[in-house]
């Protein structure tokens, strides 16, 4: 079994995941990732960027070039770091609700959350967007604006 193999069987194995879970969160079959992990594949370089940005950490990491899986976000670029959103030219709503988001959470707290809510279908979205609003609205955030 190559590193490779090991890494991508041991984040699945660290969430709790079973082969078929996963597949369905990152769009590979199970058999193919049974195949990985067994090191009967090499994955391809979409496998690779999907494990990467599914788990959040680097291809490099999932190849065995660099021990620490959270040096990916302080190693990008500022530029690269920030959300699309932050980017882009915004409007002062929304460059004040995004001040105000950051006041809540730590970058890594946000992209762990980003993570989540790529793998959460519609409804499961729509509530978590709801309870998110619900929370910053108790907190004494102005959320209105934004819901129209």
């Known amino acids: 079994m190559s590193i490779c193999s090991e890494i991508l069987k041991d984040l699945r194995s660290e969430q709790g995941l079973t082969q078929k879970e996963l597949s369905k969160k990152i769009g590979i079959t199970a058999s193919a990732i049974g195949f990985l992990e067994n090191g009967q594949r090499e994955p391809m370089a979409s496998t690779l960027l999907a494990y990467a940005n599914y788990f959040g950490v680097s291809i490099d990491y999932l190849m ?51 993570q989540l809510y790529q793998a959460m279908d519609r409804d499961t979205r729509i509530f978590a967007l709801g309870y998110l609003c619900s929370y910053l609205k108790n907190v004494g955030m102005n959320v209105d604006a934004f819901l129209k």
Do not use: C, H, V
């Open 64 to 114: 065995g070039r660099e021990q620490d899986d959270n040096g990916y976000y302080q190693n990008l670029p500022e530029k690269k770091k920030a959300p699309i959103a932050e980017r882009t030219q915004l409007s002062e709503i929304q460059e004040n609700f995004i001040s105000e988001f950051k006041e809540f959470f730590s970058e890594k707290t946000f992209w762990k959350y980003a």
